[in-house]
C-alpha cells in the first residue's frame, strides 16, 4: 500500500471527496424526479376514465351557491340507523338549473329526520321554503312537495354538494318545469313502479328499513305531475 494510501485512511476523505459526493447524489434525486415525472405524464393518456353510470354523465358536483330548483322526488326512507341511534327518515331531491357534461340537470338530495320540529332541520329548511314556520299541531304530507319550485343554497361539502337552506322564488324568477318523473314513495303504501325507478344503492336502503310492508301485487298509483303554477305564490305549500 502506497503512503498516500495510508495518509487517505487516517485523515478520511478531503472537503473536495465531499462536494464530490453531495453533488453526485443532488444529480441522482434530479434524476429519479425528472424519471417518476416522465412516466406519470406518459400514463395520462392510458388513464382510466370513471363515469358514473347511474347519473349518465361524469361524475361532478354542482356550484356552490344559489340556484334555481324544482321538487322532483319525496322517498320515505323509513327508520334507518345513524349516529344518534334509529331515525325516520325523508329525502327530497331536486332537478337544478345546471347541466351535467351529458346535458341533464343535476339532481342534488338531502336527507333529514322526518320531523317539522321547528328545531329540526327539516322543519327549519321546509319553514324556510314556504315563509313560514309550521304551527304547533300543524299535520304536513311531505308528497305535496312534488313539483314545487324552489330557491337552493348549494354548499360543497366533501365529496359531495349539499342543500344549506331552501326558500321560495324571488319575484320576477320563473319555476321551473321538471325534465324527469316525479317520483313519491310511501312506506304505508308502496309504489313498486316507483321503487324500480330508484337506485340499487338506494333501493338496498329502503330494503332495510323494517316499515316497507304492503303486497308488490298491489296496484300502483304514481304520482300525477303537479303544474309549476297550481299553488298559491305566497306560500308554495
Given at each position: 500500500m502506497r503512503d498516500f494510501d495510508i495518509y487517505a485512511q487516517l485523515v478520511g476523505p478531503s472537503e473536495a471527496d465531499w462536494r464530490q459526493a453531495e453533488e453526485s447524489e443532488k444529480q441522482r434525486v434530479e434524476f429519479e424526479r425528472a424519471q417518476a415525472a416522465a412516466q406519470k405524464s406518459a400514463s395520462k393518456g392510458n388513464s382510466m376514465q370513471l363515469v358514473n353510470s347511474s347519473a349518465g354523465g361524469d361524475f361532478a358536483n354542482?356550484?356552490?351557491?344559489?340556484?334555481?330548483?324544482v321538487c322532483t322526488r319525496v322517498i320515505d326512507r323509513g327508520t334507518q340507523e345513524t349516529n344518534f341511534g334509529p331515525k325516520r327518515q325523508l329525502m327530497i331531491s331536486f332537478e337544478i338549473d345546471e347541466q351535467r357534461n351529458d346535458g341533464k340537470r343535476f339532481m342534488v338530495n338531502t336527507v333529514c329526520t322526518a320531523s317539522i320540529?321547528?328545531?329540526?332541520?327539516?322543519?327549519?329548511?321546509?319553514a324556510g321554503w314556504r315563509g313560514k314556520p309550521f304551527a304547533d299541531g300543524e299535520e304536513f304530507d311531505p308528497k305535496v312537495l312534488l313539483g314545487k319550485p324552489a330557491l337552493l343554497k348549494l354548499?360543497?361539502?366533501g365529496d359531495y354538494g349539499n342543500i344549506a337552506s331552501m326558500s321560495k322564488l324571488p319575484k320576477g324568477m320563473s319555476a321551473m318545469d321538471p325534465e324527469g318523473d316525479l317520483v313519491h314513495f310511501d312506506m304505508a303504501e308502496?309504489?313498486?313502479d316507483a321503487f324500480a325507478t330508484l337506485s340499487e344503492n338506494l333501493q338496498?336502503?329502503?330494503n332495510k328499513a323494517p316499515e316497507i310492508g304492503g303486497s308488490k301485487e298491489k296496484p300502483a298509483t304514481q304520482s300525477a305531475p303537479v303544474a309549476a303554477g297550481d299553488f298559491d305564490d305566497d306560500i308554495p305549500f
Open positions: 354542482p356550484t356552490p351557491g344559489t340556484v334555481n330548483a320540529h321547528p328545531k329540526s332541520r327539516l322543519g327549519g329548511l321546509l354548499v360543497e361539502n308502496p309504489d313498486w338496498a336502503t329502503l
